[in-house]
């Protein structure tokens, strides 16, 4: 995972409004963690109305105040960004909630549970999100 | 003829143009206030502002009037009972009307059904019989909002407007399963007493207490887990786009559910125990759900693909669904200030992997 992935989910709701308009409007902060090992990266995504409002790496996650956080190791991570290139959006094993409802390998948490829900309440908007990197052919 | 009660001399008085403009703008009401538009449109948030804004925790009057408006002092009164705030409230009712609104979809445009695949018999008949239960369930959470509805004293408009909301996504989800168990050569599937007493229980509740908690929090939780794991065995696209946008709006409902069980308790702690003896009464339904075939069997045969693997995987996913379901209801309990763990009713079976308070049951 890199910041070209959350570069290119706001690209895409940039250049393609009259697809996110359609789903309707979120208010999101959600962090998206990658685990490497010890290492940890995180980066964020804000959903406002229609818009991504921020998209990129996060230095202070606490200063973000994320509603949620979707966090799995890196190869689960590569793998659902393979996978969404290679089909043109993620396959039935590969989506956001399908990666995720087991809690492995992907985990969705939140001290809040409401700021949970969140990521069910958009899911479709998030998943139409992750599938824009089929667009952009962006792999790990 | 018929005597209506008219007031004819106005009438002559209009009729030469003579108009009394004295009442126009001696409105007992808020002049000045100019709600401004926020980035999406003008919203019902943004429209709370000044005198308007204010919502009683006991209205004065039971009558349909605009809150905030200039009511006439002789105005019927509609019979509400539920005319306390807290009966009703949460802190994010109208951003999830406005949400609500924003995200409606339509089962008849929204779903590509002309991409459905033809799919194995044992699949489309666990499809279907997993689109029968949904499609039986999710209409009371229509029926119980529409019974109470008329009830709510006006005031509370904000709260009428998203139940409104939720009785047509649930209608649409009734439509959307009913449609996709009939568009590829299945049908409807069995029925089960099992699950019609569970509706039953929140259509007979006594109080939108009882039944708001009863649907919200435990009813409509399951179903949300259900829905994300039918977005998980999905076998096409096709489903899979149904169960995703199924799962945005119940996810709004529980939402609402849970804030409101916390505005509640907060503005009267002494309620709880009500609240847990309805639990204590509803949360059956999660032993029996995970205990029929009729729901358990479709499920892990869609996870699983055949019979065969089906066999092989046994009670695999099914616990893993109902492990999600317990967890998840328990935190939303946790947070609406009900905490449950170590007081939920289940065989002991049923919890193995719970964290009932005192760690993980094994």
Redesign the interface.
């Given at each position: 995972m890199n910041s070209a992935w959350f570069e290119a989910m706001e690209a895409d709701a940039r250049n393609r409004p009259e697809v996110y308009r359609v789903l309707g409007f979120a208010d999101l902060r959600l962090v998206v963690e990658e685990t490497d090992g010890d290492a940890v990266r995180c980066f964020g995504l804000v959903l406002d109305g229609y818009d991504v409002e921020f998209a990129g790496e996060l230095d202070d996650v606490d200063a973000f105040r994320p509603d949620a956080t979707v966090t799995g190791p890196r190869e689960a991570w590569d793998e659902m960004a393979a996978n969404i290139v290679a089909n043109g959006g993620a396959d039935g094993t590969h989506t956001l909630n399908a990666m995720s409802i087991a809690e492995l390998p992907l985990r969705v948490w939140s001290a809040d549970p409401v700021g949970r829900d969140k990521f069910f309440r958009y899911a479709e908007t998030l998943q139409v999100l992750f599938d824009s990197l089929a667009g952009a052919a962006i792999t790990a | 003829m018929t005597t209506v009660s008219a007031d004819l001399e106005y009438l002559r008085r209009a009729e030469a143009g003579k108009f009394d403009w004295g009442w126009l703008r001696d409105t007992k009401s808020e002049w000045g206030v100019k709600a401004q538009p926020?980035?999406?449109g003008l919203t019902m948030r943004d429209i709370a502002v000044g005198s308007y804004g204010e919502v009683p925790d006991h209205p004065s009057l039971r009558t349909m009037a605009p809150r905030g408006s200039d009511v006439d002092p002789d105005v019927p009164d509609m019979g509400y009972t539920i005319n306390t705030k807290a009966e009703v409230w949460s802190d994010?009712l109208l951003?999830l009307y406005?949400?609500a609104v924003?995200?409606?979809w339509s089962a008849t445009r929204d779903i590509p059904w002309g991409e459905l695949p033809e799919l194995d018999p044992d699949l489309e008949h666990a499809m279907c019989q997993l689109c029968t239960v949904l499609s039986e369930v999710e209409m009371v959470a229509s029926d119980f909002p529409a019974k109470w509805l008329w009830r709510i004293n006006h005031d509370f408009v904000e709260a009428k407007m998203f139940l409104c909301t939720q009785a047509m996504d649930e209608a649409r989800h009734t439509e959307v399963f009913r449609k996709r168990a009939l568009a590829n050569g299945g049908g409807l599937g069995k029925s089960k007493s099992v699950i019609e007493r569970f509706l039953k229980l929140i259509l007979d509740a006594q109080s939108y207490d009882e039944g708001s908690a009863l649907m919200h929090i435990l009813g409509e939780g399951i179903v949300?887990s259900l829905f994300?794991?039918g977005?998980?065995l999905?076998?096409s696209?096709v489903e899979?786009?149904i169960f995703?946008?199924c799962?945005?709006d119940?996810?709004?409902h529980?939402?609402y559910g849970?804030?409101h069980l916390r505005y509640r308790l907060e503005r009267d702690p002494s309620m709880a125990e009500d609240f847990h003896a309805y639990l204590d009464a509803g949360e059956e339904i999660i032993g029996m759900l995970f205990t029929t075939p009729e729901v358990v069997e479709p499920v892990t045969l869609l996870a699983a693909g055949s019979m065969k693997a089906a066999e092989e995987l046994a009670l695999g996913g099914a616990d893993?669904l109902r492990g999600?379901v317990i967890e998840?209801y328990l935190?939303?309990c946790?947070?609406a200030g009900l905490p449950r763990r170590g007081r939920l009713k289940l065989p002991a079976e049923l919890l193995v992997g719970v964290d009932d308070g005192e760690g993980k049951v094994a």
């Open positions: - | 926020g980035k999406v994010n951003d406005e949400e924003s995200r409606q949300l994300r794991a977005e998980l999905a076998p696209p899979k786009r995703r946008l799962m945005q119940e996810a709004r529980v939402a849970t804030m893993m999600r998840e935190q939303r946790d947070h």
